[in-house]
């Protein structure tokens, strides 16, 4: 960490506002206070200061509300920002990280734990600035971007912010693909439609996924209508930037691709769940039918083989396989050679 490092405190109660002020002078940090939220925001954007210091339970604006509005700003939303609250129970812990903070300090501090944790993020904002600061993605130092985690680093210090309310749709199939998406909050969906208008649901997106990537090579239009499933906000590249880092990066360009099968993989069995819906209810039928003229207890082996029991069913081999196979992955029967065993009678009856 080179130079004087700059933070901003914004805290209601004076008496702690100004002696974490005095202490942080003393560790040679130059400090700007804020007595509440709509305040520290105006000065987050005045000074751009290195790092944020902000209490939770504040007037006129919460600190979760100064975080949303500082990430939505080009030039605060990768400014490491630190909450200080009395808060501790573990939901208002966990949506503060949701929201992007990167750290979380329970009042009362003491010295060393709030020194350690502001100079543990900025040092970890400098190495972070060090290794993408000077990348352009028309540059041969695009090169450096490697992983998946390294791009959506890029993304963050140099994609454009995007937001989009609940139930909004962010593109349609067949429109041209122009961006490619990384959530910060939220959740998106992906869906086709059938001749009918039925929705078939092909991807679930959640923070830190991305999602609208389709061709590494041209202009493409997107396969697939996303919609979002509640607010959400994160930041974009175009395509053309992306293809042109992809191009730069083979091993990144390897990690895209299996991402890519594994949606694809996730889309297959998705796929075959619906096809075989009507066949996994004739199967389980068969099954409990099978069970009350036997009259085996549950726990004991059924031992009759799968063609057999596809005959009972009025259904190829093949299909009441596929479905032997669904009953199975979700623990409900288990498969012994020829024979099977059922592991959860109550779930199979549902299923019926």
Known sequence: MEGIKSILIIEDDEVLRENTKE??????FRIITAANGRIGIEKALKFLPDLILCDILMPQMNGYEVLEHLC??????????????????????????????????????????????????????????????????????????????????????????????KRSTIYKENENANFVYLIEQGVVKTLKKDYKGKELITGLYRENNLFGFTSFKTQSIYDETAVAMEDIWGYRFSSNNFREIISNNPDLTIEFAELLSENLSDIKDHLLEMAYSSVLKKTTSTILEYIQKIEEEPKDLINITRNELANVAG??????IRSLSQLRKKKIIKLEGRNIRILDLEKLRQLH
């Open 23 to 28: 202490l942080l002078e003393q560790s040679e």
């Open 72 to 165: 939505n700003h080009n030039p605060t939303r990768n400014i490491p920002f630190i909450f200080i609250s009395a808060k501790t129970n573990h939901d208002e812990i966990r949506r503060g990280m949701n929201l992007g903070a990167d750290d979380y300090i329970t009042k009362p501090f003491s010295e060393i734990d709030l020194l350690n944790a502001i100079n543990k993020r900025l040092e970890k904002f400098d190495v972070f600035q060090e290794s993408f600061s000077n990348i352009s993605v028309y540059s041969d130092k695009s090169k450096n971007i490697s992983s998946l985690d390294d791009f959506k680093n890029l993304l963050k210090l140099r994609g454009e912010n995007y937001s989009f309310k």
């Open 315 to 320: 259904i190829s081999t093949e299909s009441f």
